[in-house]
């Protein structure tokens, strides 16, 4: 049986901007108080300590601001005002899920292993989801990875830079978070970037273990339908779905491999709705069965050369979303000369299977998988 863990509340001073939109709920306060909060926030923002075992994690909420004004959050997670590590880390999720993917709870966290192993860890909500919810005065409602790639990942990547004093950033992405560090890197001539960390992120969708995923084009078949999806396309709803359907969880991930309270807490706070540019984007992904633009006009496969910076590319061996073999095509079309494979299974001498979503939240994520990414690293820094 797993411990119990302490539910961590927003930052006591918070920025005036973000409770003037309602986004936080501060609860019956009286005007004296409000006014002090207010005139303190804006000057001394004070960190939250997170409680656990071992070394006290403090956590920061902050904003990155997009050219677009999309207010992009950052959760700032760390061990004291220095860190052991000098390049700062950057998570950032997949589809259909928020950032508390990667913070669950104390235990199941690769946001809170990676600080208390002394890196500087910003979790990024992605635009549409967590508190990224939109822009400040009205803006765009739709968009496609295209657009994260071109306008929002700079934005975060310079607002890391500023807030931790270093020129040299990690980025560490699951999934969709790992195909949008693909992207960046192929069209950026300065990124900014020190290391790249991708976690079931292919770049191929033509595999065998991927043919459920080719029925989500019924939905380019009938623009009803797809109303109907985007509709139905809650947290809410997928959280009593995918335990009902079983083919559905077996491709999401091994049920083996995860805990039933962990399954539970991913279902009820870490899913997300995905944004109607967004699902065009990927049918039409899954439509070429390859990483492409929204406009089909540019193969970011097929400029996987271009990357070539230190490269970590974790797979699962059960993995149906992101089979190895699409996790093998990427290590071998990258132009990195210092690239790490690692498909997580039996045959590496695991204790299970990977699937997708247990690349994260697996029995032994923490030993199998978060300590792979740690060890990876302090090798580049110079610390191991």
């Known amino acids: 049986m797993r411990s119990g863990s302490k539910r961590a509340t927003l930052p006591l001073l918070t920025p005036w901007w973000r409770l003037s939109r309602g986004k936080i709920n501060l609860g019956p306060i009286s005007l004296k108080t409000f006014l002090i909060f207010l005139l303190i926030s804006i000057f001394f923002p004070v960190p939250v300590v997170l409680a656990g075992e071992g070394a006290a994690v403090y956590r920061e909420q902050h904003w990155a601001v997009t050219a677009e004004k999309f207010e992009l959050a950052l959760e700032r997670l760390r061990v004291g005002k220095k860190t052991r590590i000098q390049s700062p880390i950057v998570l950032v999720h997949g589809l259909f899920v928020n950032s508390l993917f990667f913070n669950l709870d104390e235990e199941q966290s690769l946001a809170r292993y990676l600080a208390k192993e002394g890196f500087d860890v910003w979790n990024l909500s992605l635009r549409g989801t967590g508190r990224s919810l939109g822009p400040l005065k009205g803006g765009a409602k739709s968009w496609t990875l295209d657009d994260i790639i071109e306008k929002d990942l700079s934005a975060v990547i310079r607002y890391v830079q500023k807030e931790s004093r270093n020129s040299q950033v990690i980025w560490v992405g699951y999934e969709m978070g790992g195909l949008l560090a693909y992207g960046y890197l192929e069209k950026k001539a300065s990124p900014g970037l020190a290391a790249l960390v991708t976690i079931g992120a292919p770049v191929t969708f033509n595999h065998p273990q991927q043919e459920p995923m080719k029925r ?153 998988v978060f300590s792979v990414i740690s060890r990876w690293l302090k090798q580049r820094d110079g610390r191991e």
């Open 216 to 368: 989500l084009l019924k939905l380019e078949e009938s623009p009803a339908l797809k109303k109907i999806f985007l509709y139905l396309n809650s947290p809410f709803l997928g959280s009593y779905l995918i335990p009902l359907i079983p083919k559905m969880e077996e491709f999401f991930y091994n049920r083996e491999n995860i805990e039933e309270e962990i399954k539970e807490k991913f279902l009820a706070n870490a899913l997300a709705e995905i944004n109607p540019g967004i699902l065009d984007h990927l049918l039409r992904i899954i439509q070429r069965g390859e990483f492409v633009s929204a406009e089909g006009n540019f193969s970011y496969r097929k400029n996987l050369a271009k990357i070539q910076l230190p490269l970590l590319l974790i797979g699962g061996e059960k993995d149906q979303v992101a089979p190895p073999e699409a996790i093998r095509t990427v290590y071998r079309a990258v132009g990195s000369t210092d690239r790490t494979l690692r498909i997580l299974g039996p045959r590496s001498k695991n204790s299970a299977a990977y699937g997708h979503i247990d690349l994260i939240l697996g029995k032994k994520a923490k030993e199998e």
